[in-house]
């Protein structure tokens, strides 16, 4: 298991000295964040889409207007946003190198699960679009997650994202797609329920599991959020 040293809560969240709001200063940064972890080409979609389970696709790289005003959300939920409960976000991998939320929610179902235990799911090109992120059903009704393990799993699934990146992180890095995708979906989770930085974990930081993988670039994905309060 790996841990990391919390990092200081910002003294604001809602302002900064420019006169920006918390979450227009968020989507700009992810913006750039995203723009400058690209190493490869902007293509979204890397393979057929196959969401199948209940939820929704959310085709990343959406436009964000000069008037600071939102961009195309995969935050949009059917209930009304449990801004109470959200206080954490947990990055996990599928661990297979090919999966589709319909795979994945088969396997939870086998193993004794209701459904998909991810909130989100993000495709790297082999069963769903590189890049696409899927919205479970248990977002979109804001129902808890199932997808920490360990001691640590019961209070964490109770308040903690889930968003899974397809793929098997332990034999294969996350795609460039995946990645801009993550930091994207993350920096707008952290704008709308203000979570802080060292409230983002890793599966490996809270459970013993090597999830999102060895090769998952966590120095990488951590220093694109640095700017997070």
């Keep these: 298991m790996t841990t990391r040293t919390p990092q200081p809560k910002h003294a604001s969240r809602r302002a900064t000295p420019s006169?920006?709001?918390?979450?227009?200063?968020?989507?700009?940064?992810?913006?750039?964040?995203?723009?400058?972890?690209?190493?490869?080409?902007?293509?979204?979609?890397?393979?057929?889409?196959?969401?199948?389970?209940?939820?929704?696709?959310?085709?990343?790289?959406?436009?964000?207007?000069?008037?600071?005003?939102?961009?195309?959300?995969?935050?949009?939920?059917?209930?009304?946003?449990?801004?109470?409960?959200?206080?954490?976000i947990v990055i996990h991998d599928s661990g297979a190198p090919a999966d589709s939320p319909t795979s994945i929610d088969e396997r939870h179902r086998r193993s004794g699960l209701a459904s998909l235990g991810y909130h989100f799911v993000i495709g790297n090109g082999a069963r769903m679009g590189d890049g696409n992120v899927h919205t479970g059903q248990r977002w979109l009704a804001q129902q808890p997650g199932a997808h920490v393990a360990g001691r640590e799993g019961p209070r964490y699934n109770e308040s903690a994202i889930g968003i899974c990146l397809v793929g098997d992180g332990d034999r294969r890095r996350t795609t460039d797609a995946q990645m801009r995708a993550l930091v994207r979906l993350v920096a707008e989770l952290a704008a709308e329920f203000e979570i802080p930085r060292d409230q983002i974990y890793l599966h490996s930081d809270l459970a013993p599991t090597t999830s999102p993988g060895r090769l998952f670039p966590a120095s990488v994905f951590f220093e694109q959020i640095a700017w997070l309060p």
Aim: glycine share 16%.
């Design 19 to 88: 006169g920006l709001s918390f979450r227009t200063r968020i989507i700009w940064g992810a913006l750039a964040a995203s723009m400058v972890a690209v190493t490869g080409g902007l293509s979204l979609l890397g393979g057929p889409s196959n969401a199948g389970a209940a939820g929704r696709v959310f085709t990343p790289l959406a436009t964000i207007d000069a008037r600071g005003g939102g961009m195309e959300s995969a935050v949009q939920a059917e209930a009304p946003l449990d801004r109470d409960r959200w206080k954490a």
